[in-house]
């Protein structure tokens, strides 16, 4: 048998004011830059890594560029900040490219022929 409790005694949401007056707590910034970490940290070091040595796939570039400042910008404004799982579409946008930091082809400056396949 399942019973509904009913409405909770708080109110059904927050005001943006409330959100970036938490947001801006110095321990509350602390604690998103974490989790940003945790959550993003090794995907955005390889996917620099993957620019710079390697060729990583050019529509995952270009499906990143248009995407995850979007994204990015939303979350800033919309959500509490220590909530980082709201970029979690960030990081599935991030892991082509930082796959192939690892898996890629090297560019020619490393004397290696591009038009090789591994």
């Known amino acids: 048998m399942f019973i509904w409790p009913g409405p909770a005694p708080t109110p059904p949401g927050i005001s943006i004011e409330s959100i970036r007056e938490w947001n801006l707590q110095p321990g509350n ?28 796939p050019k529509e995952s570039l270009w499906i990143g560029l248009f995407t995850i400042p979007p994204l990015i910008a939303i979350w800033l404004y919309y959500a509490l900040l220590w909530e980082v799982r ?33």
Do not use: D
Request: with cysteine; glycine share 6%; aromatic share 4%.
């Open 86 to 118: 709201v970029l979690v579409p960030v990081a599935v946008l991030l892991l082509p490219i930082s796959l192939s930091a690892v898996f890629g082809r090297p560019t020619k400056s490393e004397g290696v022929e591009t038009s090789q396949s591994f």
């Open 29 to 56: 910034i602390g604690l998103t830059a974490n989790h940003v970490l945790i959550l993003l940290g090794s995907l955005i070091a390889c996917a620099i890594i993957a620019m710079v040595l390697r060729n990583p």
